[in-house]
């Protein structure tokens, strides 16, 4: 029987970089992950994750394939009778280069795999886990080629469906949406200046973000007989589609390969740990596409894990901290998840009342300067805004004094 400290159950983005934090941090680990093929999505990162991932030592490999998010604009893309204004945020109101970089998958992935592979802390175990004992203090792993792990703490980082989280009896709450994602890269003629642009329409957003020179990713949200004739379309026809979405805004498109199609859906996990277990990533909570949360979400999950981890470990206590974990990451999880869903049901209801609120609450954002900085530093970083709130009031007395 093979001993680690943390088993990590996952090898997307979470996994990951759960298992490089949990080794820096001196841990031993197991990283079960069977191969995974090819992921042609992009993640935006926020300031605060760029800080966490900088701090790991994988940056400066990243940055040359990162695409910096300088300003956030929002436009109302509908044909309703009320309408909210065009919001742009820039980063440099909150004295920031960017917001966050937005970064594809696939080189991101492979960096991460080449930190693994020459990491002695971490043995990669390319399999899955065909058994669970995760009722003690320490949990053993059965793998599917026979062999027995053994470990003081594991980490669910193994996605929507987490073996993980239905061995240790945690169940899930689920919401599911009347909406498909659609992913796909493009070129365009214009350069996109660093925008990130979010099209509110009838449907959902329709994102697109900068991926370098003349290069952007888009994520548009669409009812599912949407996503299957626009999935039947030829390229050309296509092009012209995303280029009339985009009001021209980029000139002309041109997709790079197909479209991608991912049904829409909310879950929350009913608990994020129990005793030597924790959930990290989409094993504790998904929701769409909208406002950049995903990733930036689970990294403060690892970082909650990893630290509460050393914790008991110097204070030598053992590593069942799911308890303690749960604690800690509730509110940010089901205050962001709440908030998502908010928005995201704001967009397709054709309630009046509703449609009035979600307008007003973009036109004060976009024209109130205290609210607007405020929502800019807690975007960025959760409690950054709190953090900052006297800084910001001093200013803005200063500004009326003046």
Do not use: C
Request: aromatic fraction near 6%.
């Amino acid at each position: 029987m093979s001993q680690f400290d943390i088993a990590v159950i996952g090898g997307g983005l979470a996994g990951s970089i759960a298992a490089i934090a949990f080794a820096g941090q001196g841990f031993t680990v197991a990283m079960i992950a069977p191969q995974g093929g090819g992921d042609r999505r992009t993640t935006a990162l926020m300031d605060d994750s760029i800080r966490f991932i900088d701090r790991l030592g994988l940056w400066d490999g990243i940055r040359p394939h990162a695409a910096a998010l300088a300003t956030m604009r929002i436009i109302d893309g509908t044909n309703r009778l009320l309408r909210a204004p065009v919001a742009s945020f820039r980063a440099s109101e909150i004295g920031l280069d960017a917001f966050g970089y937005n970064i594809p998958n696939a080189p991101f992935l492979d960096i991460l795999a080449e930190r693994i592979a020459a990491t002695s802390a971490i043995t990669l175990k390319s399999t899955t886990v065909e058994a669970f004992d995760l009722q003690g203090d320490v949990v053993r792993l059965t793998l599917a080629d026979g062999e027995t792990i053994e470990a003081q703490l594991a980490v669910g980082a193994d996605g929507k469906q987490s073996p993980t989280r239905h061995a240790a009896g945690i169940g899930v709450k689920t919401t599911s949406y009347p909406q498909t994602a659609l992913v796909v890269n493009f070129s365009h003629d214009l350069p996109h200046q660093n925008i990130s642009t979010e099209f509110h329409t009838e449907t959902g957003p329709f994102t697109a973000v900068p991926l370098g020179d003349l290069r952007s990713s888009l994520v548009w949200v669409v009812r599912p007989e949407q996503a299957t004739d626009l999935l039947d379309m030829t390229e050309e026809a296509l092009n012209r589609r995303i280029e009339e979405k985009m009001q021209s805004l980029l000139g002309k498109i041109r997709i790079e390969g197909m479209l991608q199609a991912w049904p829409l859906s909310a879950m929350t996990a009913e608990r994020f740990g129990s005793r030597a277990v924790v959930l990290a990533g989409e094993a504790g909570h998904a929701f769409p596409p909208i406002g950049a949360q995903g990733l930036n979400l689970s990294l403060r999950d690892i970082r909650d894990a990893v630290d509460l981890s050393v914790k008991a470990r110097d204070a030598g206590r053992s590593l069942s901290i799911g308890e303690a974990y749960d604690r800690a990451r509730r509110f940010d999880v089901v205050s962001r998840t709440a908030g998502v869903d908010l928005l995201n049901r704001s967009l397709l209801s054709n309630v009046l009342p509703v449609q009035m609120l979600r307008a007003a609450g973009i036109h004060l954002l976009a024209s109130l300067p205290p609210l607007r900085l405020f929502m800019m530093n807690e975007g960025v970083s959760p409690g950054r805004a709190f953090k900052r709130l006297p800084e910001l009031l001093r200013e803005k007395v200063g500004r009326q004094r003046a």
